[in-house]
């Protein structure tokens, strides 16, 4: 699903610069009955279902038969750079926005009639004509102030999505002196958010961050796991843990919020639940379990946030066996192995 891709994965963003994405199924007693719609299961579709019959032929199947669980359009990877100045101080964003829609109807899809539709090109428009007047205060602020004027200016918008994502500038210091109008690029995390509106529903936020990669060179081992005749992971009670940081987590209906100050705040919490006191760290019996901490601190501290998912795409460095050079090697030289994919989703109880 390409809108799946576009939201709600990490590692999907930015494929296509215009979307489409329909799905349909067979309704009433034809095939796939009763599996429809856990088949195309997804959080936009169950919370505002659109369907529409039609009757006309496509091949042998009638269009009457078919129901349309989703129909949703967009423009994606708008990029542009907000710059705001105060005095001779100047303050930079540069982000990349997604805005989808879904229409009260989808008459364009069923019969080419493409009158209820808004252009992508306009949606565009629309988005960077925002950023010039209201500017980007929070990026948070940014993407609601993109739905509601979806939902208050156009009537046939049942739905709207936004995605914004940030790209991490950071001002420059010179001697500890902030510069003026100088930004390095930092990529240490990327930051995000969503916010998505039906007609007559709640506007939700979410936020998050990804591409944060992280590593501890201790405290960290795995043992005890289930073995059989297939395992040949040895257990380890030493290693270094690894692996890039992708978290999202909602907030739920939208109030008056200081996202800035929340996001850095969350930030933070992950930052020290991966690697405990400085003095020390915290021993992780596993990357599950770190994966467990991060959302639990994070939930424990941040009371704003109603679930948070974390996926932690794992590198796993291997000690090279140096015997066969006449070397012992104590975890001096590792080689990168492989990686893999933990995600799990916690909510506030
Ligand atoms: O922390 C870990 N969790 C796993 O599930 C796993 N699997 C593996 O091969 N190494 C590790 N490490």
Known sequence: MAFKSIFDSHQGFAIYNESISIIIGISGNHRNKGHKHCLFHCPSITQAPTKFHYNCDIFSLQIKDVEVLNCEYGKNTIKFLRLHTEGKKHFVKEVEVCTHLRLTSCHEYLDGNNSAVIPTDTIKNIVLVLAKKNGISTLEQFAIDICQHFMTTFRQVAYVKTYVQEVPWQRLQENGVPHIHSFIYVPNGIRFCEAEQCRNGPLVVFAGIKDLKLMKTT???FEGFCKNEHTTLPERKDRILCG???C??????CKDFDFDCIWNKIRECILEA???PPDC????PSYQKTVNCIQMHVLCKVPQVQVI??????????????KNLGLTNDKEVSKCSKHTCLDSRNTQP
């Open 219 to 221: 405290q960290s081992g």
């Open 244 to 246: 890039e940081l992708f």
């Open 248 to 253: 999202k987590w909602s907030y739920g209906e």
């Open 274 to 276: 991966f690697a405990g």
């Open 281 to 284: 760290g915290e021993y992780s």
């Open 309 to 322: 998912e974390v996926v932690l795409n794992n590198t796993f460095y291997n000690v090279v066996d140096m």
